[in-house]
């Protein structure tokens, strides 16, 4: 993981820095804000690279007035942002017991009655049995003393057992004649109808009596019970979206204010500049300037080949102040503002990087500035998103034959029958919005957090890499050992040969490119350094340096 500090620390030509040099300003003449904005100007408009700020942080000594002011500014922003981020909170815990309700409904008892339909007679049995416990859990559990499980104390040893394993054939012929139930169950083994208990006199008659009675609840509350699963379903449903789609807005919302507390929230200098009854201040301002990329060709050892690399020259500029707060006069509407004036430190470095290490380079810096509202909410968002495709476009795909072929064949599978054979990726989503335009309608939002296919082909990548760890040698002929007789050592010998062989015929195509290859990457860095020198001289004549 590449960071900013291990950087800063490199050595000249070590790893990534090609260049380091510093201007020291200490003339009243030079106020911060100027020498900010020509910075800013030269980098972005001379140069035309490409200029962002990576950081911007500040510290006051305690007892000035700039100290005071800010902590005010700062207070007020915050008190709006804890609001707002109670709010998100509490929508963000209500998306998590929804989503809960709705799994638990979805797949402990809707997918039961579906399974209870099923033609195959193991499936719509044991779906059967998975009801008669959840009614005996969720409903029958109800009726206190009475409760089935309960009059097993009454000495009804038997009565669970019997429920679990009589039906009466009249009431259950009668399900499944309305579609409720499929006539596979009447066909399994195990199935015995309750007379056959009554008649052999296996169980006694007042057991039997109450059974029966338990069996006609029972059938009456699956003949009701998934019309109202089905309705419950699809409310849960509605008002899921609902609450995503309001944590959305929210977020909107919040990250403005989290990221403006967290600006100005001041830095701890730990530096004898900070003296706690002077009106000074340490502020710290770091710019990024990239170039374009350039693709360099290089010899991959791991590989034996040669690969393409993608590198970014990065110019490094970081304004290090310590300065005099100094309130200065405006307008009637807004009396005073400060300005600074005092030493400034100018840090000039210029870094070649890949573009994984860069791209990597910048995520972690925007992770450190909305670190809260990150973890809040941007991260939760992604850890739902297999959660909500699977509520609201796994229905989708299974009602819409096109959309159900587009999914089978870009997965390569012959049957989609469960969420758990869809891997949701933004590549999948893009097939499928070619079927159906309104494939993602109100749910657009959540291709910024679906993985790409090339990003789970990457984990798969890293977990397969993990496991190679033993050599090509001691994976295809183990047996070779110091204790090994003669034969074998000589047959090890012969093997280890031709593997070498083999590593010095790739080494030899590298040596014969190698000169070739070095000039390209030394002109490269000689181009940063140029344009690194660049900045420097620039800065230090416009400053009224000698050059």
């Given at each position: 993981m590449?960071s900013l500090e291990?950087l800063?620390?490199?050595?000249?030509?070590e790893?990534h820095?090609?260049?380091?040099s510093?201007?020291?300003?200490?003339?009243?003449?030079?106020?911060?804000?100027?020498?900010?904005?020509?910075l800013l100007?030269?980098?972005?408009?001379?140069?035309k690279?490409?200029v962002s700020?990576?950081?911007?942080?500040?510290?006051g000594?305690?007892g000035?007035?700039f100290?005071?002011d800010?902590v005010r500014?700062?207070?007020s922003?915050?008190?709006t942002a804890r609001?707002?981020?109670g709010?998100?909170?509490?929508?963000?815990k209500?998306i998590?017991?929804?989503?809960n309700s709705?799994?638990?409904?979805?797949f402990?008892?809707?997918?039961k009655?579906e399974d209870?339909?099923s033609?195959n007679?193991e499936?719509s049995?044991?779906?059967?049995?998975?009801l008669k416990?959840?009614w005996?859990d969720?409903?029958?559990s109800?009726k206190?003393t009475?409760?089935?499980?309960?009059?097993?104390?009454?000495?009804y040893s038997?009565?669970?057992?019997?429920?679990?394993l009589?039906?009466?054939g009249?009431?259950?012929?009668?399900?499944i004649s309305?579609?409720?139930?499929?006539?596979?169950?009447?066909?399994?083994?195990s199935?015995?109808?309750?007379?056959?208990?009554?008649?052999n006199?296996?169980?006694?008659?007042r057991v039997?009596?109450l059974?029966k009675?338990?069996?006609?609840?029972?059938?009456g509350?699956?003949e009701?019970?998934?019309k109202y699963?089905?309705e419950?379903?699809?409310?849960?449903?509605a008002?899921l979206l609902h609450?995503?789609?309001s944590l959305i807005y929210?977020?909107e919302?919040a990250k403005p204010?989290?990221?403006?507390?967290?600006a100005?929230?001041?830095k701890e200098?730990?530096?004898?500049d900070i003296?706690?009854?002077f009106?000074s201040?340490?502020?710290?301002?770091?710019?990024f300037?990239?170039?374009?990329?350039?693709e360099?060709?290089e010899?991959?050892?791991?590989k034996k080949?040669f690969i393409?690399?993608k590198?970014i020259p990065?110019?490094?500029?970081?304004?290090?102040a310590?300065?005099r707060?100094?309130?200065?006069?405006?307008s009637?509407?807004?009396?005073a503002?400060y300005?600074?004036i005092?030493?400034i430190?100018?840090?000039?470095r210029?870094y070649v990087?890949t573009?994984?290490?860069?791209?990597?380079l910048?995520?972690?810096?925007?992770i450190?500035?909305?670190l809260y509202i990150?973890?809040?909410t941007e991260t939760?968002?992604?850890?739902?998103?297999?959660?909500i495709c699977n509520v609201?476009?796994?229905e989708?795909?299974i009602?819409?034959?096109k959309?159900?072929?587009?999914a089978k064949?870009?997965?390569?599978k012959?049957e989609i029958?469960?969420e758990?054979?869809?891997v949701?990726?933004k590549?999948?989503?893009?097939?499928?919005e070619?079927?159906?335009k309104?494939?993602?309608k109100?749910?657009?939002?959540?291709?910024k957090y679906?993985p790409s296919?090339?990003?789970?082909?990457k984990k798969?990548?890293?977990k397969?890499?993990?496991k190679k760890?033993e050599?090509?040698?001691?994976l295809?002929?183990p047996?070779?050992?110091?204790?090994?007789?003669?034969?074998?050592?000589?047959?090890?010998?012969i093997f280890e040969f031709i593997?070498?062989y083999?590593?010095?015929?790739?080494n030899?195509r590298?040596?014969t490119?190698?000169?070739?290859?070095e000039k390209?990457?030394?002109d490269?860095i000689d181009?940063v350094?140029?344009?690194a020198w660049?900045?420097?001289?620039?800065?230090k004549k416009?400053f009224?340096?000698v050059a």
């Amino acid at each position: 993981m590449v960071s900013l500090e291990e950087l800063r620390k490199e050595n000249l030509g070590e790893k990534h820095k090609v260049f380091e040099s510093k201007i020291i300003l200490d003339d009243p003449r030079y106020r911060l804000e100027s020498i900010y904005f020509w910075l800013l100007d030269f980098l972005r408009d001379d140069l035309k690279l490409n200029v962002s700020k990576i950081s911007d942080e500040f510290g006051g000594s305690f007892g000035s007035v700039f100290y005071t002011d800010i902590v005010r500014r700062a207070q007020s922003i915050l008190t709006t942002a804890r609001e707002i981020g109670g709010l998100l909170n509490t929508i963000i815990k209500s998306i998590v017991d929804v989503s809960n309700s709705y799994r638990t409904l979805v797949f402990e008892r809707l997918h039961k009655f579906e399974d209870l339909k099923s033609d195959n007679p193991e499936k719509s049995y044991t779906a059967l049995k998975a009801l008669k416990s959840l009614w005996l859990d969720n409903v029958d559990s109800r009726k206190g003393t009475y409760a089935l499980r309960n009059l097993i104390k009454a000495g009804y040893s038997t009565v669970i057992d019997l429920f679990l394993l009589a039906e009466d054939g009249e009431k259950l012929n009668e399900l499944i004649s309305k579609g409720i139930a499929n006539k596979s169950i009447l066909n399994h083994p195990s199935y015995r109808e309750i007379s056959y208990y009554e008649k052999n006199k296996i169980v006694n008659e007042r057991v039997i009596s109450l059974v029966k009675t338990r069996l006609a609840e029972f059938y009456g509350w699956l003949e009701e019970s998934e019309k109202y699963f089905k309705e419950r379903a699809k409310y849960l449903k509605a008002y899921l979206l609902h609450q995503v789609n309001s944590l959305i807005y929210y977020l909107e919302i919040a990250k403005p204010y989290f990221k403006a507390a967290r600006a100005l929230k001041q830095k701890e200098y730990n530096i004898p500049d900070i003296v706690k009854g002077f009106e000074s201040a340490i502020i710290e301002i770091t710019l990024f300037a990239t170039d374009k990329e350039k693709e360099l060709t290089e010899w991959d050892k791991d590989k034996k080949d040669f690969i393409k690399k993608k590198y970014i020259p990065l110019f490094e500029v970081n304004i290090i102040a310590r300065v005099r707060p100094t309130l200065q006069a405006i307008s009637v509407e807004r009396t005073a503002m400060y300005t600074y004036i005092g030493r400034i430190d100018i840090e000039y470095r210029a870094y070649v990087l890949t573009r994984e290490e860069y791209d990597e380079l910048v995520a972690n810096k925007e992770i450190e500035d909305i670190l809260y509202i990150q973890g809040m909410t941007e991260t939760f968002l992604e850890g739902i998103t297999d959660v909500i495709c699977n509520v609201y476009l796994y229905e989708k795909v299974i009602s819409n034959s096109k959309l159900l072929e587009t999914a089978k064949k870009f997965l390569n599978k012959d049957e989609i029958t469960s969420e758990r054979d869809i891997v949701w990726t933004k590549e999948l989503v893009k097939e499928l919005e070619k079927v159906d335009k309104n494939f993602l309608k109100g749910l657009e939002w959540i291709n910024k957090y679906l993985p790409s296919k090339e990003e789970l082909e990457k984990k798969e990548e890293k977990k397969e890499e993990e496991k190679k760890k033993e050599n090509t040698i001691s994976l295809i002929f183990p047996i070779a050992k110091p204790a090994a007789d003669i034969f074998k050592s000589l047959l090890y010998n012969i093997f280890e040969f031709i593997v070498t062989y083999g590593k010095d015929i790739s080494n030899i195509r590298y040596s014969t490119s190698k000169k070739k290859l070095e000039k390209e990457r030394g002109d490269f860095i000689d181009d940063v350094k140029k344009k690194a020198w660049l900045i420097f001289n620039t800065s230090k004549k416009s400053f009224g340096l000698v050059a």
